[in-house]
């Protein structure tokens, strides 16, 4: 059995971009608990055992090479105030000083990709939603607050205005998500 089927790696690799460091780990010491008691209940022969010790061995050293690799990166991106130049400077200075492999940069353009498209299903959503509160029939006591009457019956009110907020929110995460470099 291998150590890639013990441990359900789509779950532990599912982690959203937002979330944080403390989460991800509770998440890998369940696992890794759980790998515990598969191999306390199984019996393993020596040589097998000694293989999969070096698998899991050679995982964490991969995770924390990848995590050192992309480090000085993520920080020349941080910095806003850097000129064109400096920024070239830099990212040819990181290069020369690191090596980057076509894995490691796989795995930071699906992240991209995964964190865009969940940008852009919400946008979508608060778009669709601002229009459907301004179209579906509220009830009165929603509507109770009129801002500006068109005529005696009808006027633009207070959820209105809400709506039109939740619309600019969508159209505001639907633009930014696309401007990003």
Known sequence: MKISRLLDTKKISETPPGQNAAQENVRL??????????????????????????????????????????????????????????????????????????RNSSSHVVKNTFQKAVNFIIAILLIVFGFAMIIMPAPPSFEMFTVFYFNPNDGVTIMDLVSLLIIFGGVLLFVLNFNKK
């Open 29 to 102: 010491d369940e696992k890794i608990q759980e790998l515990i008691e598969v191999i306390g209940q199984s019996a393993i022969a020596p040589e097998h055992s000694a293989a999969y010790e070096a698998q899991i061995a050679e995982a964490f050293k991969e995770s924390a090479f990848r995590a050192k690799q992309v480090a000085p990166f993520q920080a020349l991106d941080r910095e806003n105030n850097l000129s064109r130049e400096e920024l070239l400077e830099g990212l040819e200075k990181l290069l020369a000083e690191n090596q980057i492999d076509s």
